[in-house]
Antibody, heavy 121, light 114 residues
């Protein structure tokens, strides 16, 4: 059974940093691209970042480019999102999502339950 | 970036009746070399993560009831629920995965029971 378990969310002040983790199980982790997708309270879905199965290629939304860094440790079956210079508008539930493809991000067949990031003073 | 515009924002349908959701793309998501439309549909119930229903515009994901169907090509797409059930109350999103990122989602359509 595929499982994705996010952690690392919480309350952080504007300008602060946070690292999210997503522990994956139930599939060959290195064979699939992974993404982070966020959802602000009461709003729609926004793709944030993706990484290829090997970790050699990364992709970012313009809204987080230069502030967020996606990475993965295939030996630990874990996906990460390092978030720096956080802003109030980054407040959202962050979902980890497994792609159906290996290299470039596409569509997502499994999602975690999400972790809430609240940026506020 | 490709912009997806969903309509309507919300709709109320009687149990057993048809629900139709539209998704219009700002540019074609049809890749001519393989004749595939890079368009997916998701269902999100309150307090839950999204669930993939359909990809390649019309390919139903394993385990998804056949009352859900996707159609369309190029820039205009439709998700149809042929006979609405109580468990189908949710917000539905389209998403494109054409070409290089960013991936983008439509704004969502909320489906309720009339």
């Amino acid at each position: 059974e595929v499982q994705l378990l996010e952690s690392g969310g919480g309350l952080i002040q504007p300008g602060g940093s946070l690292r999210l983790s997503c522990a994956a199980s139930g599939f060959t982790f290195s064979s699939y691209a992974m993404s982070w997708v966020r959802q602000a309270p009461g709003k729609g879905l926004e793709w944030v970042s993706a990484i290829s199965g090997s970790g050699g290629s990364t992709y970012y939304a313009d809204s987080v480019q230069g502030r967020f860094t996606i990475s993965r440790d295939n030996s630990k079956n874990t996906l990460y999102l390092q978030m720096n210079s956080l802003r109030a508008e980054d407040t959202a539930v962050f979902y980890c999502a497994k792609d159906l493809q290996t290299e470039r991000p596409g569509r997502f067949d499994y999602w975690g339950q999400g972790t809430l990031v609240t940026v506020s003073s | 970036d490709i912009v997806l515009t969903q309509s309507p924002d919300s709709l109320a349908v009687s149990l057993g009746e048809r629900a139709t959701i539209n998704c219009k793309s700002s540019q074609s998501v049809l890749y001519s070399s393989n004749n595939k439309n890079y368009l997916a549909w998701y269902q999100q119930k309150p307090g839950q993560p999204p669930k993939l229903l359909i990809h390649w515009a019309s390919t139903r994901e394993s385990g998804v009831p056949d009352r859900f169907s996707g159609s369309g090509s190029g820039t205009d797409f439709t998700l149809t629920i042929s006979s609405l059930q109580a468990e189908d109350v949710a917000v539905y999103y389209c998403q494109q995965y054409y070409g290089n990122p960013p991936l983008t989602f439509g704004g969502g359509t909320k489906v309720e029971i009339k």
